[in-house]
């Protein structure tokens, strides 16, 4: 399932892998994976049978310059 997602299905679906990368003695797999969203991910991961066959768990990140650390309008800051 893995070999058709990586070379068949992601790249077909708009998803861009970015690296994959194995932990032997874990029997686990990583990779990174450019795509519109985390669904974008799910649905071709399903196509390719890789759920229900696998513990898998997908990881919605976005770059850390991206993220806005203002506090929301009525924020009660610590201690306060």
């Not at 450019?34 to 919605?60: F, K, N, Q, W, Y």
Request: glycine share 8%; aromatic share 4%; no cysteine.
């Amino acid at each position: 399932p893995w070999d058709r997602f990586l070379a068949e299905l992601a790249p077909a679906n708009g998803l861009t892998v970015q690296g994959s990368w194995i932990n032997r003695p874990a029997h686990e797999s990583f990779t990174l994976v450019e795509a519109p969203s985390a669904h974008a991910i799910d649905d071709v991961l399903i196509e390719a049978g890789v759920i229900g066959r696998t513990h898998t768990r997908v990881l919605s990140v976005i770059a850390t310059e991206d993220v806005d650390v203002t506090q929301p309008t009525g924020a009660v800051g610590v201690g306060a």
